[in-house]
């Protein structure tokens, strides 16, 4: 399984962005998608998962702000990011799991005015 994310980019508070991360290979029915994100100095962490029964589950961190969704047609999903704030910039990675644990490169999302 590969994984491309994309999206990442410097917007002010307050802002919006969209991450798109698109897989190809052995994409199987039965898996969970999700999104981490690893800010300098500190370890990654989950951001939001969904998965293939679509039940969804989102860092409090990001409750409310953060919609993560799918397009099971094209083997992909995105993370819809809004009322962003400093503290939300990071890499951000996709992750596909499925008996392991596949990782997109990532993708930089700089929040700052």
């Known amino acids: 399984v590969q994984l491309q994310a994309s999206g990442g980019g410097l917007v002010q508070p307050g802002g919006s962005l969209r991450l798109s991360c698109a897989a190809s290979?052995?994409?199987?029915?039965?898996?969970?998608m999700g999104w981490y994100r690893q800010a300098p100095g500190k370890q990654r962490e989950l951001v939001a998962t969904?998965?293939?029964?679509?039940?969804?589950n989102y860092a409090d961190s990001v409750k409310g702000r953060f919609t993560i969704s799918v397009d099971n047609a094209n083997n992909s999903w995105y993370l819809q990011m809004n009322s962003l704030k400093p503290e939300d910039t990071a890499v951000y990675y996709c992750?596909?799991?499925?008996?392991?644990?596949?990782w997109g490169k990532g993708t930089l999302v700089t929040v700052s005015s």
């Open positions: 992750n596909y799991f499925r008996v392991r644990n596949y």
């Open positions: 290979g052995s994409i199987r029915s039965i898996n969970i």
């Open positions: 969904v998965s293939s029964g679509g039940r969804t």
